[in-house]
């Protein structure tokens, strides 16, 4: 499998002096590109803090990065509010809220239900909304602050068997822009990255084989496979003062596949 020469193993190569102890809150970062981010921003002196619902794996993260970890289900709102209050609490207003939980299950059309539909926009959808929310009143006092949504380019590419996810990826694009609209007043900038196919544990272990690598490959313009690092550079960017023009904007980053 091609690899980029900048993979996910440092990041040295540029410093973003704005982040240094910068209070950042990352959701799903226990793995994946949620914990190749919260590594990301700590190497940046950023003060880290995640949420997750994977316990074992967010202890591991917080272990590795020296970030704070909270336990939470982010489809669980009044959960997700009250972790959102604690980590304030101790470090004070966010400056720089991630939304990147996610998940992307694989489901034909035909089989999927009213239960199993508000659960793919639970978790791929609502938390964001809500996260941005229970935020927003900190950043605004503070009138600054840089809300990063997640996105995905396989809406904009049309993939089959995950019409749940797609729809609620694709909602993310209209939610950004009427977000960055309603807080920009207040010096808040709100943007969405858009990765691609991104080579995560995951991924690997559920879904990837050798044809499929090589057919992603084919079908990007760039001729290696994209890993978790990738997307965290684009975040410490959005996160830091260097985008401070930038607002209501997608940021895709999928080697041109789509």
Not at 52 to 64: H, S, V
Not at 82 to 106: C, P, Q, S
Not at 111 to 127: C, I, K, M, S
Not at 178 to 202: K, S
Request: with cysteine; net charge neutral; proline share 3%.
């Amino acid at each position: 499998m091609s690899q980029s020469p900048e993979t996910s193993t440092a990041y040295h190569t540029v410093r973003y002096a704005s982040l240094e102890r910068r209070n950042v809150l990352i959701t799903g970062g226990a793995s994946g590109i949620g914990a190749e981010m919260v590594k990301a921003f700590a190497a940046q002196g950023a003060i880290v803090s995640f949420i997750d619902i994977d316990e074992a794996a967010g202890a591991t993260t917080a272990a590795a990065t020296g970030a704070e970890f909270v336990a939470c289900d982010a489809t669980d709102i009044a959960a997700l509010r009250a972790a959102i209050a604690k980590i304030e609490d101790r470090h004070g207003t966010i400056a720089v809220l991630v939304n990147n939980a996610a998940k992307d299950d694989r489901h034909a059309m035909a089989d999927v239900e009213p239960e199993a539909w508000r659960r793919t926009l639970a978790l791929n959808l609502d938390h964001q909304f809500f996260a941005t929310q229970a935020v927003s009143p900190g950043m605004i006092e503070a009138k600054r602050g840089s809300i990063i949504m997640f996105g995905s380019s396989s809406w904009m590419r049309g993939v089959p068997g995950m019409v749940g996810y797609t729809a609620a990826k694709a909602a993310i694009n209209g939610m950004t822009r009427t977000l960055a609209r309603e807080l920009g007043p207040f010096g808040i900038r709100v943007n969405c990255i858009v990765p691609g196919a991104i080579v995560t544990e995951r991924q690997t272990r559920l879904w990837t084989t050798p044809e499929q690598n090589q057919q992603y490959i084919e079908r990007q313009a760039l001729k290696f496979r994209l890993d978790g690092g990738h997307v965290a550079r684009m975040a410490l960017f959005l996160g830091s003062d260097e985008s401070g023009g930038c607002t209501a904007a997608n940021f895709i980053v999928d080697a041109g596949i789509s």
